[in-house]
């Protein structure tokens, strides 16, 4: 694997923390990697077994559920 | 929309009458407009100024244009007008030329406004305790003493470290940390107060365990220095026991001298332990467990609205009417009233405002606004048609994502119609613009890119609904919060996550349907189970704000424990007004009273319940929007110390009821002793039954008044005299009363002879075994819940495992339940005092009322939907949190049963758990289609498949 | 006359020293101010104030110096827990003002704004949150503050 690569991760974020979460990174200017792509979803518990697979399925690198 | 916030703001005129006062409120300037504010932070960044954050108590720098944090509401900038250059000096204006959208006024004046109102809720808060000064702690000297609140903010993820727990003096990791309880608390002799401040013990044992968390693998040593501890709220006691056993030393003793540490850090604190022996150990960091005073300026707000104080500076208020003030039309709510810790607060809050509408109900809805709206255009069957908006922020967005190219790739998506880009998408301008173009271009999917749906989405579901679409026909990217804010240093791959993030809104957006918000027909009428002094004012309140309530009461007499008690912890007669309750209760036209009635079942679920009440045998059916549940609680029966075997040993009511009825009952005694704890926090019953120490109080003061030869002994664990009855334990001390402290392995034992009753303890400051000859002997027998098995299997409810009624949420919902429409109060949720009772009776018919006074209640449109993949093999059933979930059976025209899951949307939060449960996507939520969600992760890993 | 100090008043009515001093500048207990924070007042005053604040008569006696005839009229009143609503020559006005932007001040104003009452909320400083907004944990349940 090379030095350059880059991770395409997918992200299911709860609206109610980890997405909130990630405003508040926002308003709090912290920096992180542009890598993630992020899915709201109104509870972690809502993401299926099939949709992570899915994702998979179609390239993805990584997947993270934040609730 | 129907409040209306007046920030940087004072009263400083008030007059009239209840129903009809008129209140002079002066503006201070805030120098920034706030309607042209986007709170894009370039002022602060900007602005050369730096001053003390007073939000992090001093602890770090903030500009003098800021925000006191970042999630604050209203979420403005503001120019502090003390330190700003330009405003002390006359030079700079360094915002002014940075701001994006002009919104920069240095000719604000601020304004004088006059009100007109019907009522008033004073709730100006407390400061803490300022320990500057107290050389024998050293604070403002030794750096590492710091105070309880600026230790919270070390703590804070939000905080000056950014969560990183350090030491002031060397920004090193503490491994040793100290806290002194009871700083500017209990204490009459550095300063005057001389009540408890009922939080400090628990924040402190909250901030070991948070510590402990933060402290990773390397181990903090934690010690808590205290005179008592009192942890005797829901769950409390359990808290403190979890941080017993995770190693944080507690140690009964007030160290009297703190000087710095070997090397200038860190604290050397000598200290003396019950057995007298003096310590010397050196920590790295010590927190003053600082109390909570009344605000400075409250003295000038009880002026301002004539309105009496207490000797502490905390408003007056009477144990029978909790929120009221001296002033009728003034109510007072939250620490001002006394010191409190936020659920008491939050209950007393909603007390308060069902005290202030209650003499305002016919009124009610006259000043207040609803929005309408032009009828829906039905999109349903059409080709989407998307409108995709590019917010610019300012250069929030524009500085780090190249727009143009975002709004460029957009146009290019399937069923992209339009693309613009704007300034500032949300401002009001490009709201009206948004929805011409809706019109132009029969637009019927909008996709703005811009900041967090969480702030915004509402404010564009408006602006749709306002064109005549459905609200929920719009999709947010959020590129400045998750995007531009957060990759500043990398243009490049943020705007191609930009791009990213728009292809899979337009997605989403594409597969996008009307969704239909439902409404519940809401039944203005209440039930109230439970006819003790909370289920009493319950139903009055209810009833007095206009709504017919039906008052439920298992046995034959209205009144419940308080008819057994004869004064309050102030010295109010409970028998008078308790009589005058019932009365009013009885009489009142719009209360129906029904006793030794029993509920059945209930059906239905918010706005609209059913039950079936057996009325001594006969069986009643009524309807209501809404229930209070006060089932109450009782003195329990205690099984130890000869309870039962010798009648010379009495609990605390039936000491009452001697007492009461002759008060010479006792006078022929030489010592009576009290036993605090009889069957609470202990193995069966591991809570602290919160009222007992303050019953005993005033028992022991009662016998000593009336009869000063008797010897009076209090054997406790700890006095939790919380509040302001902490007087109460000082002038049981004053008069004589001796206390002797028991630890739970050393009870005391109790043996009895013909004369006397002996109880053999061991005095912890003498280390001597002790017998006390007393003629007799008072257990505070622990509080126990009254059975509500039935009625939370029928409701379906929680209790704790102390069997007391759970609340939706500790803090933020104290009365509550965890189902929709029915709320608590009383000692149903937690043994309490009458004015605690009360209060939490009052907040519950606010809460009721917020329910009850909608005609049809709109439920969000996010729910699950059962789809006919469904084969009702239930599985999501025991999944679904909320109980929303019912497994239905459908004969079909062959004849065939055929199961099927159904959904009560009343119930449903849309968490879509049932969703991700379902083998057969027989189930979805709503907004959050499977189809939606595949979608966007197809667009999203786009760029990876090309 | 008698001759009495500040804090004496305060201790006896169980207030704050400057609520005497706003019932003394309001008109509602009359008293004359002298040297060293001592009011005077008549007695006949200093009884009718006692008795309107449910003062036990031996306490007022104490205070006075005389005996005070007990007359039924005078009883304590009862605080009556919910006040009735008191008859007015016009409607009330169906808006709140709400002093104070924490926890307590947010909580009323919601709950008032939500069953059909205007409210003012006024805050001193440029937010509303008050103290809760400045804690990082609570207790018992290590929730967020925020």
Known sequence: MSSTFEPVILGFLCNWCAYAGGDLAGVSRLQYPTNMRAVRVMCSGMVHPDLVIDAFGQGADGVIIMG | MNIQLHTLSEVTGFNGRPGHFTVTVQKHPRYIDMDKCIACGLCAEKCPKKVPDEFNMGLNKRKAAYIKYGQAVPLKYVIDGQACIYLTRGKCRACEKFCPTGAINFEDKGETVQLQVGSVILAPGYKPFDPTGWDFYGYGQISDVVTSLEYERLLSAGGPHMGHLVRPSDETEPRSVAWIQCVGSRNTNNCDNGYCSSVCCMYAIKQTLITAEHAGAHSIQQTVFYMDMRSPGKEFERYYENAKTRGIRFLRSRPHTILPGPGGNGVCMRYVTEDGAVHDENFDMAVLSVGLAPAPESRQLAATFGIDLDPYGFAQSANLSPVNSSRAGVFVTGAFQAPKAIPRSVTQASAAAAAAAEALHAVRGTLTRRKSYPVEINVHGQAPRIGVFVCSCGINIAGVVDVKAVAEHARTLPHVVLVENNLFTCSVDTQDQIAARVREHQLNRIVIAACTPRTHEPLFQDTLREAGLNGYLIEMANIRNQNSWVHQREPAAATAKAKDQVRMAVAKAALADPLETLTVQVDPKALVIGGGVAGLTAALGLAEQGYATVLLEKSAQLGGNARRIAFTAKGEAVQPWLEHLVAQVRNHPAIEVLTEARMKTAQGSVGHFVSDIDVNGHVRTIHYGAAVLATGAAESCPNEYLYGQDERVLTQLALDRRFDTDPDAFAGDGSIAFIQCVGSRDAQRPYCSRICCTHTMRSAIALRERHPHINVYVLFRDIRTYGKREALYQRARELGVVFIRYTRDRKPHVTADADSLSVACTDPILQMPLVLKVDHLVLAAAIEPNATEELVSIYKCGINADGFLNEAHPKLRPVDLAVDGLFVCGMANYPQPIEESLAQAQAAVARACVLLSQQEMQLDAIKSMVTDRCDGCALCLDVCPYRAIRLVEAVGQNGSTTRRVATDPALCKGCGLCAATCPKGGIFVQGFTPDQLRAQVTAALQVVNE | ?146
């Open chain 3, 1 to 146: 006359m008698i001759d009495i100090r500040i804090g004496q008043l305060a201790q006896t009515f169980d207030v704050h020293r400057n609520t005497i001093g706003n019932w003394i500048k309001s008109g509602r207990l009359r008293a004359v101010s002298t040297v060293g924070k001592r009011y005077l007042i008549e007695k006949e005053e200093m009884i009718r104030f006692c008795m309107s604040a449910g003062i036990p008569l031996q306490r007022i006696a104490a205070l006075t110096g005389s005996d005070v005839p007990p007359s039924p009229s005078e009883r304590p009143i009862i605080p009556s827990p919910i006040k009735r609503e008191v008859r007015m020559s016009a409607k009330p006005i169906g808006a709140v003002m709400v002093v104070g932007g924490g926890i307590a001040g947010i909580q009323a104003s919601l709950d008032l704004a939500n069953s059909g009452y205007a409210v003012h909320l006024v805050e001193r400083s440029a937010g509303i949150g008050g103290a809760m907004a400045q804690l990082d944990k609570t207790y018992p349940t290590n929730d967020c503050a925020m």
